[in-house]
T-cell receptor
Framework: DTAVSQTPKYLVTQMGNDKSIKCEQNLGHDTMYWYKQDSKKFLKIMFSYNNKELIINETVPNRFSPKSPDKAHLNLHINSLELGDSAVYFC?????????FGPGTRLTVT | GIQVEQSPPDLILQEGANSTLRCNFSDSVNNLQWFHQNPWGQLINLFYIPSGTKQNGRLSATTVATERYSLLYISSSQTTDSGVYFCAVVQGGGGADGLTFGKGTHLIIQP
């Protein structure tokens, strides 16, 4: 069974569109995260979400919004996509210790 | 925020060689993890090691929290060890804070 899964694996879209990436974990963890990996492979935290407490990295534009329908899911919604949003987005989950990562979603904005 | 520095940035070795990767961090940490990002982009958990020493097969890791560094040892390298190795930490205080990553060590193992 996949522990942390993301859909889609690849996403190609045009500037100005709105898109969502879904994340699900079946580990029973309380905390979930979204990370962005840029073209130079640098990984940076975007959001963490725990029991309805949202911690936002202040460098993340407000076009990005996490949505959690329940404890096992944390989706990432992006409005008005820009070229600079092209990256690999990773979801992760944690029982408040070790973090476990999903396979990533490669987003390409044209 | 906390700074994480990894060295060396790039490393090219022959199959069978041993290597040591270093991670320095600028403040106390609650969490330290080592990851391997393989050529397909997957982030694979290697060690969760905020302090002490752990071993898993040909890999081992040591974190000296009081001196703010961690080392990852790879012995008898294989071509499948190629990829980028990341060190990542959560600063003291923990909670739901995300990991701060280093820039990684890009390892190439040649046959």
């Amino acid at each position: 069974d996949t522990a942390v899964s993301q859909t889609p694996k690849y996403l190609v879209t045009q500037m100005g569109n709105d898109k969502s990436i879904k994340c699900e974990q079946n580990l029973g963890h309380d905390t979930m995260y979204w990370y962005k990996q840029d073209s130079k492979k640098f990984l940076k935290i975007m959001f963490s979400y725990n029991n309805k407490e949202l911690i936002i990295n202040e460098t993340v534009p407000n076009r990005f919004s996490p949505k959690s329908p329940d404890k096992a899911h944390l989706n990432l919604h992006i409005n008005s996509l820009e070229l600079g949003d092209s990256a690999v987005y990773f979801c992760a989950s944690s029982p408040r210790g070790e973090q476990y990562f999903g396979p990533g979603t490669r987003l390409t904005v044209t | 925020g906390i700074q994480v520095e990894q060295s060396p940035p790039d490393l090219i070795l022959q199959e069978g060689a041993n290597s040591t990767l270093r991670c320095n961090f600028s403040d106390s940490v609650n969490n330290l993890q080592w990851f391997h990002q393989n050529p397909w982009g997957q982030l694979i958990n290697l060690f969760y090691i905020p302090s002490g020493t752990k071993q898993n097969g040909r890999l081992s890791a040591t974190t000296v929290a009081t001196e703010r560094y961690s080392l990852l040892y790879i012995s008898s390298s294989q071509t499948t060890d190629s990829g980028v190795y990341f060190c990542a930490v959560v600063q003291g205080g923990g909670g739901a804070d995300g990991l701060t990553f280093g820039k990684g060590t890009h390892l190439i193992i040649q046959p």
